[in-house]
């Protein structure tokens, strides 16, 4: 995505060292080592896609939690009103701005409640990781989903959450997620925000994404690419297909590109 940085909006990319050069030719874009938002104790194992933490070894960290484990500390060190998670399979289509994500001083709170059952295994592991750290006491599913793409968080609430993890495990808090081998950031936040915090942190509670979502890992053609835009609702300012889902980049590029011309994709005030 071309974003234009326009009032108070910033741009910030986080990727590995190797790709800095690559990412750093995105206009009005701040770019960050990856390692800028780790523990010095995280080691990257060479070859592989983990890490390993000089302060607990075992077991090593995939890079799927030290994403997620980035993406707290990233949203923890800002000082916006409301930092918007987006990952690399998310493309902006329509204007958008920060009333979106922000009502009377409240960032944006994505909920939909009864979602995750015994159909969703993982996420009710999620679920059961996330009281755990934040000291709740066990629960049985149905759950709220929280996983919402793109994802507004408010940074004030991840530094209270992250204290919350830490008061709970007596440990560094990236060192107690580091430790789990199921983890959901999202479904973190949304439980310390709707179990801990309560109102007035609830009071922008949706169940919409504003972002039409493929998350299926079976690759779309041209056909199944019409049809899924087909289904776009008009507050929808965003589309997710999922990396997973193997669909080939320039025929999903070239699907958005016929829909949605670039020159009417920005952000705004």
């Not at 080691?43 to 090593?60: A, C, K």
């Amino acid at each position: 995505m071309e974003a234009q940085r326009v009032g108070p909006v910033r741009q910030h990319v986080i990727v590995p060292r190797r790709d800095l050069a690559r990412f750093g030719q995105l206009a009005g874009a701040e770019v960050h080592d990856v390692a800028e938002f780790l523990p010095r104790s995280f080691r990257q194992l060479p070859g592989f896609n983990g890490w390993l933490n000089l302060r607990r070894p075992v077991p090593p960290l995939r890079g799927w939690i030290v994403q997620q484990i980035v993406k707290l500390a990233a949203a923890a060190r800002s000082e916006a009103d409301v930092v918007l998670l987006v990952d690399s399979d998310i493309e902006f289509v329509r204007p958008f701005g920060i009333d979106h994500f922000q009502r009377d001083g409240v960032a944006c709170f994505y909920r939909k409640p009864g979602e995750i059952d015994d159909r969703l295994p993982r996420h009710v592991l999620w679920h059961q990781v996330a009281r755990k750290l934040l000291g709740l006491p066990p629960a049985a599913p149905p759950f709220t989903d929280y996983v919402c793409w793109p994802a507004p968080w408010d940074p004030r609430i991840v530094r209270e959450l992250l204290r919350r993890v830490e008061s709970v495990s007596g440990r560094p808090w990236a060192t107690t997620i580091g430790a789990q081998l199921h983890f959901s950031e999202e479904i973190l936040y949304g439980v310390f925000v709707d179990e801990v915090l309560g109102a007035p942190a609830t009071a922008y509670a949706t169940d919409d994404m504003r972002c039409l979502g493929y998350s299926a890992e079976v690759p779309l053609d041209a056909h199944g690419l019409d049809e899924l835009l087909d289904r776009i609702a008009p507050g929808d300012i965003a589309v997710m297909i999922s990396a997973k889902s193997g669909t080939p980049l320039p025929l999903r590029r070239a699907a958005l590109a016929a829909r949605f011309p670039a020159g009417d994709r920005r952000v705004t005030d």
